[in-house]
């Protein structure tokens, strides 16, 4: 059996963090059993469904480095859906319902008051032939159900009725489809909800396993009874936890809160969110993966937690530094180029100062010190301002080299008799305007000694 994975997003909005953790983790059991991934747009939706926010799911999919196998739109697909309505009505199970949502709800507290579980109790099946034509000549139309197969022989009774299936990362589940109301699929105006047109797709397009968040956990054990009254193959399922903020507040398209194009604008590697995504909740601790390879090596669905994942933003800069910090210039050449950094001290450059930057896009800060006429000069005692310019006149005479620098310190030590702080920091200040940066040592031939005499103060 080759695996056959979804990713089912409504373009409805752009992706954020909490959307590409269920895209990470079937991406990755995909690679990792060697299957295929299947990119599935949700757009049923006509009124909030954009064609600008399903270009943008996937160019963002492509900016982590998600490339599906398949791409599919549940518009294109709305014929399966009226044969699946059809064969469902045929078979007696699917029964429409005039109820509106005013009556529902006094419904519902009707049975809460009589200590009743809150379920719908298949009242519309009760109506004749003769009581659905008036309802409809009134101008009523009908919503339509699924009867759950949760009876024996009397729909209008039932009784416990148990699902059962091995979650891929819970274990063994149940779900009781007498604790349920028979679900909706097709509402007034004939449109289906998405439950129904997730089953079909997953049955007819042959889905081996449903990986995704464990709000869906309940819903499984409807979509296994609508699979089976269908006649399709049952995919093996999956739940893992959501990823939530630290105050445990969910994360929603529409505020678009953390989503992939503004991290992405903010200049953050596409591996710090991704890492982020997916190790929140896992155990083990929260590193920068190099790549999506090391990062399919940590996921282990035996090690993720059964509570919701609460997740730090700030947590990305942290990531974010660490893959800055070891990135090579190869993998930053294209990046520093468009920032104008491209001569022939291009690489030297960044190895220098890549520990200082939080980013990529951090570099022409340096490059401006490094590379400038002149930095802007400190405020200096009447003692530094001595000591520097004594200093600047034992500088050493050139080529220079990583071995500049000490010789230079070494030289003005003896000479003065500083040490320390006293005697490294007024020379970073003359040479660099700040307090803190790159190591000199390595900083100073980049600088060269035309640049270095220029800021003798």
Known sequence: MTVFVRFAPSPTGYLHIGNLRPALFNWL???????????????????????????????????????????????????????????????????????????????????????????????????????????????????????????????????????????????????????????????????????????????????????????????????????????????????????????????SKRTGALSLRSLREDGLEPMAVASLAVLTGLSGSIEAMPDLKALEARLDFDHVSASSSKFDPAELERLNAELVHAMPYEVAADRLRALGVSDDAAEAFWAAVRRNCGRVRDAPTWRDIVFGRSVEAPTWSEDDLAFVRQAFDLLPDGPWDSGTWRMWTERVKAATGRKGRALFMPLRLALTGLEHGPELADLLPLIGAERAVSRRP
Request: glycine residues 8%; hydrophobic residues 35%; negative net charge.
């Open 29 to 251: 059991f995909a690679q990792r059993h060697g299957g295929r991934f299947l990119l599935r747009y949700d757009d049923t939706d006509r009124d909030r469904s954009k064609a600008g926010y399903a270009e943008a799911i996937a160019e963002d999919l492509a900016w982590i480095g998600i490339r599906p196998d398949a791409v599919a739109r549940q518009s294109d697909r709305i014929s399966h859906y009226d044969a699946a309505a059809d064969l469902l009505r045929d078979s007696g199970v699917l029964y429409p319902c005039y109820e509106t949502a005013d009556e529902l709800e006094r419904m519902r507290k009707r049975r809460m008051g009589r200590g009743q579980p809150p379920v719908y109790g298949r009242e519309a099946m009760r109506l004749s032939a003769e009581d659905r034509a008036r309802l409809e000549a009134d101008g009523a139309r009908p919503h339509w159900r699924f009867r759950l197969p949760n009876f024996v022989d009397d729909p209008l009774q039932p009784v416990r009725t148990e699902v059962h299936w091995d979650d891929v990362v819970r274990g063994r589940q149940t779900v009781d489809l007498a604790s349920l109301s028979d679900p909706v699929l097709i509402r007034e105006d004939g449109t289906y909800l998405y439950t129904f047109c997730s089953v079909v797709d997953d049955g007819e397009m042959g889905i081996t396993h449903v990986l995704r968040g464990d709000d869906h956990v309940t819903n499984t054990g409807v979509q296994i009874a609508i699979l089976e009254a269908l006649g399709h193959a049952i995919p093996a399922f999956g739940h893992f936890n959501l990823l939530t903020t630290i105050d445990g507040e969910g994360l």
